[in-house]
């Protein structure tokens, strides 16, 4: 476990959700309710930055082709406009443990 410091707990609670850089990576965070989310903040269909936050479904939409990830498991559940037959199961996200740890947002990446 290598756990990075990102944003302040005040910060992310305060913007819900935020595409955070961490490393080589960019990572989508959110605190929905308390509960804290950590997933691969880079579309895997054309490398868009994630993206539009549903906190109720616990989705995230890409802004480029709309497709929608779940947030919770990185799953594709609709795929890009633009190529609606691309499969979903391929083109999931990585997801992250994520924890706040005296005030500080980190991701084990
Ligand atoms: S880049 Fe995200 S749906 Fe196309």
């Not at 959110?30 to 054309?46: E, P, Q, R, T, W």
Request: one cysteine or more; glycine letters at 4%; a positive charge.
């Amino acid at each position: 476990m290598v756990w990075k410091r990102t944003i302040s707990s005040k910060a992310l609670e305060k913007a819900v959700s935020a595409a955070v850089k961490v490393d080589d990576k960019v990572i989508f965070i959110a605190n929905i309710k308390g509960k804290l989310y950590a997933m691969d903040a880079v579309c895997s269909h054309a490398r868009c930055i994630l993206g539009s936050l549903d906190a109720e479904k616990l989705t995230v939409k890409c802004y480029c082709h709309h497709a929608v990830f779940d947030l919770t498991t990185g799953k594709m559940l609709e795929p890009p406009y633009v190529a609606p037959d691309a499969p979903k199961e391929k083109l999931g996200l990585k997801t992250y443990q994520i924890r706040d740890n005296n005030g500080w947002i980190e991701v084990d990446v």
